[in-house]
């Protein structure tokens, strides 16, 4: 469908660590793909400024042209830097490639090279290139997480004092747990002055006690020297104004901080086109569905021994897809291994663990489940199995003990899963309980509050309930999920308002 477009068009240029599908990890790859996305559409210019990552995804950018070589500061040094052009999905994106060993390896994160250092001097050679190369006055620069924080701090403090005027600089935060700690001197080596930033009102650490002014944050310095922030979810933002080490510099720039919800990207996450099932489906013909369930339970060995397709289908069948990390809410995720089993379901996890302790307690779940009837436990990242098992699902598993917004759950609903989540942050403000009448034209899904297991336990017990004993229920929610309109067309207008209201 047309999107109308805006009236008053801006030029956006987003600066961060993840793009999706090229170079994603989690969420923050999914979110800038799809907001530039939707910007675009509404007629807006944007685009993206991303590493390029050794590991990055080169088949899927297309027209990947080098640019330009420039030099920029690192470390008393001016470090030669190709800047390459490409599209990806649509979108247009900047790689930035410095001749350095930043940014090596097979993954995005955890390389050999120091991390911090080489977002400082990506921050500083996205400015760079803006000023020396392209002499671009955009009217926003959107930074995202600790990783581009020390840009606004440039900006404010150098680039807007050569020839960079116009850009006023947006920041999103999509998980505050992640807060970019810097010594002076680290900061010293984007060309900045570390003992400048080393007071309580700038970026001295909050949770130093008598505030240690060796100890920075870029994440603190970002939100102070940002024009607004956003933050991924209205009830997140009040969780992190409440407590975290970081609520009390939150709550002196309370005036400039909003919470927006993140939107999926539809054009990605979208069940009637998607490449990756083997049957499209939509809400108003879930037959597809059905086969992608099938085809799933066949493939991982869910439908073996006497299970003709319609007993097979009959087994209600919950999927997990998530980091493996402890803010996921690992213990739950464990104990609902035991608990659907129990209940006589079936469950697939499709998860990674960046921690290896983490890594080993799953292998261990693996050999003592994959060979049985029931559970699958896949140990990897793939995009690919991910949409297969979004569409295979009756449910969408998120029990996080902490979630900033999450895309599980909405991308989940709108492949026909109905989401069993724990109440905190973005799933609170996204999945509305099935059996909480007074809320009924929201309702959409089972939540639960308690980090223990019995809450998940009775959440679990109500989905399964639903599921085998209210058929008309059930398939009136399953079409309910699939009609949510989470898409970033929705929410992008509010990204647009805020840009709106501090551009120069
Ligand atoms: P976070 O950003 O904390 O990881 P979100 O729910 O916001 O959590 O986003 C997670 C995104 O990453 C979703 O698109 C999800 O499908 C995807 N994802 C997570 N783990 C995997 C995996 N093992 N394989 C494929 N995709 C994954």
Redesign the pocket.
């Known amino acids: 469908s047309e999107v109308k477009k805006d009236s008053k068009l801006m030029h956006i240029i987003h600066v961060t660590a993840e793009m999706?599908p090229i170079a994603?990890?989690?969420?923050?790859g999914?979110v800038v793909t799809g907001l530039a996305r939707a910007c675009l559409s509404r007629g807006h210019r944007v685009d993206i400024m991303l590493p390029f990552y050794e590991c990055i995804q080169r088949e899927q950018i297309d027209d990947l042209t080098l640019i330009t070589t420039y030099n920029s500061y690192h470390d008393g040094k001016w470090i030669p830097t190709h800047a390459y052009s490409g599209t990806v999905s649509g979108i247009p994106v900047i790689f930035i490639e410095p001749s350095h060993q930043f940014f090596k390896g097979q993954h995005v994160y955890g390389g050999s090279y120091n991390e911090l250092e080489a977002y400082l001097f990506f921050s500083r050679a996205c400015l760079e290139w803006m000023q020396q190369v392209t002499r671009t006055q955009p009217d926003i620069i959107h930074v995202h997480e600790w990783q581009t924080g020390a840009l606004p701090l440039l900006y404010w403090d150098m680039y807007h004092y050569l020839s960079l005027q116009k850009p006023r600089i947006v920041l999103t935060i999509?998980?505050m747990e992640h807060y970019g700690e810097c010594r002076q001197e680290q900061l010293n080596m984007c060309g900045l002055d570390g003992s400048l930033y080393a007071t309580f009102d700038k970026a001295v650490d909050d949770r130093t006690v008598g505030h240690n002014p060796e100890r920075l944050s870029l994440l603190k310095g970002g939100i102070v020297y940002s024009n607004a922030v956003v933050t991924v979810s209205p009830t997140y933002l009040k969780e992190t104004l409440c407590s975290g080490w970081l609520s009390n510099t939150l709550i002196r720039h309370r005036d400039k901080y909003v919470g927006i919800v993140?939107g999926i990207d539809t054009a990605m996450w979208n069940p009637s086109i998607d490449v990756f099932l083997p049957s499209k489906f939509h809400a108003q013909n879930s037959e597809g569905k059905k086969l992608c369930k099938y085809y799933v339970q066949r493939g991982l060995g869910l439908a073996s021994g006497n299970h003709v397709p319609d007993t097979a289908l009959k087994v209600p069948l919950v999927v997990c897809?998530?980091?493996l990390v402890a803010?996921?809410g690992l213990h739950l995720i464990i104990h609902a291994i035991k608990q659907v089993e129990e209940l006589g379901g079936q469950m697939v996890i499709?998860?990674?663990a960046p921690d290896s302790r983490v890594g080993s307690e799953f292998e261990g779940l693996v050999n003592l489940h994959n060979q049985g009837p029931s559970i699958r436990i896949l140990l990897?990242?793939?995009?690919e199995?991910?949409h297969l098992l979004?569409a295979a699902a009756d449910f969408i598993l998120?029990p996080s003990m902490y979630?900033?917004?999450?895309?599980?759950q909405m991308?989940g609903m709108r492949y026909g899963a109905v989401p069993v989540v724990r109440k905190t942050g973005g799933l609170a403000d996204t999945v509305f309980d099935m059996d909480d009448e007074p809320n009924h034209e929201m309702t959409n899904g089972f939540v639960f509050e308690g980090i223990d297991e019995g809450s998940l336990n009775r959440a679990l017990g109500r989905a399964f309930a639903c599921y085998r004993n209210k058929p008309d229920e059930w398939n009136g929610v399953v079409k309910k999920v699939m009609a949510v309109d989470n898409s970033w067309n929705n929410t992008a207008g509010k990204y647009i308002e805020i840009y709106e209201s501090v551009r120069a």
Do not use: F, W
């Not at 990897?380 to 995009?383: L, P, R």
């Not at 979630?403 to 599980?408: D, F, I, N, R, V």
């Open positions: 999706a994603k990890v989690g969420g923050l999914d999509h998980n993140n897809i998530t980091r803010q996921k499709l998860g990674k990897m990242y793939s995009e199995l991910s979004y998120v979630e900033p917004c999450g895309l599980a991308i």
